[in-house]
Every structure is written in C-alpha cells, then in structure tokens.
C-alpha cells in the first residue's frame, strides 16, 4: 500500500525554517497503532492525518509518542497541502478534532486558523521550574495544560539551556517561556514538551491560543506579532476575538513523498 505524504515547513516564507509537519490525506482511516508507528518513523513534533467526511474534513495529529488534543502548525499544514497542492478551492476549510471545530480561511498570502482562546491563572512556580529551564521567571501561570513562564526579556528568552529531564518531570503537558518582544515583534516564546517526544517545539500555534489573551491584555490592543525564537524561528500573527483567537502564519512544502506500507 502507498500513501502520499507531504513535509510542509509551517509558519516560514521559506523551506527550512519554522515548523516541519507531515501531512497524510487519507481515503479511510487508518488503525491508530499505523498512524502511531508513521509519526514515530518521521520522528517530526507532529504529523497529521487527515479524510474527508461529508461536508468537512476529520483530522487527527500524533507526536512521535502519543495523539494530541491540538496542534496549530499541523493544521496549517495540513490546510496549505489541501489548498496549494490538492487544489481545494472550498471558502474555508472545517475540521472536526478533538480541540473541537476548527476552521481555516485564505486572506491573501496567509492562513488564518480560527482556534480556541486558553484564559491564563497566576500560580506559584514550581520550585524546579528555574533549575529546568535555566532562569527564574516573573511570573507564572497555568493555561489550559500549559505552564507559562514570563521571563524579564526577549534575550532571557533565546538564551535559554533547558534541563530537559527536569522539565519532563513538570506535571504539564508543556512549557512556554515568554517575554516582551522588540522591534516588529509584540512578543517572544519557546516551547517545550518532553515528556511527549517534543524536547523543544519550532513553532506552536497552540501555545499562542494562550499568548494570544496574555499578551492582548498585558500589552492592550487584540492584534500582535508573535516571534517564536527557537532555531529554527517562526512569526504567528495573532488576533483575539472574544473567547477565540486568530491565528495567521505562511507555509511552504519541501518535501513530497509515498509511504510503502
């Protein structure tokens, strides 16, 4: 059996830079253990599977490890491959997930994901949290099931050696380190997940479903620019609309391939 898949750098302008995520658009669904064993042999943060049911589109994204409940850059992925190399030529694109209903539109050169708005609450740091990442933050939330961690500035951020056993051992399922940006961008990140076979995230537009409403109100206007500074570095326009979010970025493919199972 062979199953087309596509490699898409999401949130870049060019190949090689943001996020990669592979992209299967399925007949049928496959058995979740197959899924499970393809996104382990790409050993990418996501891969994304995909098939068309009645009038939307079903998808389901797997880290090397597990099955998430959200993934951002996979879904852009996974509309850009729809769009550009599929030729769909639908208004939007609706995706049933288990985030719930997701929904992608075209606005001229970028696409724009329509995802849920995370409310963040101020905790107490963990007292491992400086030793993991490698810096005391400021301040610290929990949104969702992401740890937050503002930093004083955008260099603390970059400058960052995480301990990644240390941060596996955080009971959240990720952590964001986050600072005031510079220059053209609002703010900065970083993301890190390795307990799920994610030491550290490009780009994750899910972790901007809650920089989106912290920076929004920290900052006071709806619509930012957000650099996520890892290595590889991606930007995420952001937009808060009430309990949702916009979130906007470009992709490109680099890699088309056949899966021989």
């Known amino acids: 059996m062979g199953i087309r898949q596509f490699q898409v750098d999401a949130f870049a302008e060019r190949p090689f830079a943001g996020n990669p995520a592979a992209v299967c658009v399925l007949d049928e669904w496959l058995d979740d253990w197959l899924m499970q064993a393809i996104a382990a042999e790409n050993n990418l943060s996501e891969t994304a599977f995909c ?12 880290t090397p490890s597990c099955e998430v409940p959200l993934c951002g850059h996979a879904t852009l992925a996974t509309a850009h491959v729809l769009f550009t190399e599929l030729g769909n030529d639908e208004a939007m694109l609706e995706f049933d997930t288990l985030g719930g209903r997701l929904v992608v539109r075209r606005e001229a050169a970028l ?9 963040a609450r101020a905790i107490a740091p963990p007292p491992e949290l400086a030793a993991a990442l490698g810096a005391a933050p400021e301040e610290t939330l929990i949104a969702n099931d992401y740890l937050l961690a503002v930093l004083a500035d955008a260099a603390m951020v970059r400058r960052l050696a995480p301990d990644y056993s240390l941060l596996a051992a955080l009971p959240q399922w990720g ?4 600072a005031p940006g510079s220059g053209r961008h609002d703010f900065v990140s970083r993301f890190f997940a ?4 994610i030491p550290e995230d490009p780009v994750t537009g899910s972790a901007h479903c809650a920089l989106t409403p912290y920076w929004a109100a920290r900052l006071g206007r709806p619509r930012m620019l ?9 930007e995420v326009d952001c937009e808060l609309r009430g309990e949702r979010v916009m979130l906007r970025g470009r992709a490109v493919t680099v890699i088309e391939s056949v899966l021989r199972l």
Do not use: N, Y
């Open 51 to 62: 098939v068309r049911e009645e009038k939307r589109w079903r998808l389901r994204w797997f």
């Open 194 to 197: 390795p307990a799920h076979g």
């Open 226 to 234: 957000g650099l996520q500074c890892s290595q590889r570095s991606g």
């Open 175 to 178: 952590i964001v380190a986050t």
């Open 111 to 119: 696409l724009a994901m329509d995802f849920p708005a995370w409310s």
